[in-house]
Nanobody, 126 residues
Framework: QVQLVESGGGLVQAGGSLRLSCAASGRTFSSYAMGWFRQAPGKEREFVAAVSWSGGSTSYADSVKGRFTISRDNAKNTVYLQMNSLKFEDTAVYYC???????????????????WGQGTQVTVSS
């Protein structure tokens, strides 16, 4: 079992930055691929970014490439999402997710992930 707790959300002006954190319980964190997804009101949950168990491979949605960076610290059982140049359309609840050995081509797929956090709200004012 892996429990995930997100933090770092909040209200920010367009053009600003936020860093989300996801703290994981369990001794096997380093064996899991980790992803960030988001869900805006009335919309489907969508992929944002993912990182392999080692941190050596990453994947990003086209909408966030060049603005967001995912990273992980296996010693701290934590994955991060640095969000820069935020836009109004980035407003959503952001969820952290953990999966097994996910091939990079499968990282954007919600069904690749087993464990989910409760989410943290990110609101970008225009």
């Amino acid at each position: 079992q892996v429990q995930l707790v997100e933090s770092g959300g909040g209200l920010v002006q367009a053009g600003g930055s936020l860093r989300l954190s996801c703290a994981a319980s369990g001794r096997t964190f380093s064996s899991y691929a980790m992803g960030w997804f988001r869900q805006a009101p009335g919309k489907e949950r969508e992929f944002v970014a993912a990182v392999s168990w080692s941190g050596g491979s990453t994947s990003y949605a086209d909408s966030v490439k060049g603005r967001f960076t995912i990273s992980r610290d296996n010693a701290k059982n934590t994955v991060y999402l640095q969000m820069n140049s935020l836009k109004f359309e980035d407003t959503a609840v952001y969820y952290c997710a953990a999966g097994g050995l996910i091939p990079i081509e499968s990282m954007p797929n919600l069904k690749s992930y087993t464990y989910w956090g409760q989410g943290t709200q990110v609101t970008v004012s225009s």
